[in-house]
Nanobody, 124 residues
């Protein structure tokens, strides 16, 4: 069964850090471009970051550049999103998604599989 599971969300103060994990079962994540998306309350889901398949290229939405880092752990079949210097506007449900294609883009319509999401709340 193909499945993506996110974890690592939680409540953090502004300026803090979290590391989100996206672990796959039923398929090899290295064969897929992986994207991270988020949805804030009352807003549409937006792309945050993505990494291409078997390619070092990564992309970041402008508001997270320099603060978020996406990476892969092949042995664990997991993709991470390291989030530093968190701001209240980073609050939302974070989803990972997999695209059976080499190159990633921050457009949710092209992704084939989605996780259930993990809540990130940045608040003092």
């Amino acid at each position: 069964q193909v499945q993506l599971v996110e974890s690592g969300g939680g409540l953090v103060q502004p300026g803090g850090s979290l590391r989100l994990s996206c672990t796959a079962s039923g398929f090899t994540l290295d064969d897929y471009a992986i994207g991270w998306f988020r949805q804030a309350p009352g807003k549409e889901r937006e792309g945050v970051s993505c990494v291409s398949s078997r390619d070092p290229r990564t992309y970041y939405e402008d508001s997270v550049k320099g603060r978020f880092t996406i990476s892969r752990d092949t042995a664990k079949n997991t993709v991470y999103l390291q989030m530093n210097s968190l701001k209240p506007e980073d609050t939302g449900v974070y989803y990972c998604a997999a695209r059976r294609y080499r190159f990633c883009i921050l457009a949710e319509s092209v992704y084939d599989y989605w996780g259930q999401g993990t809540q990130v709340t940045v608040s003092s």
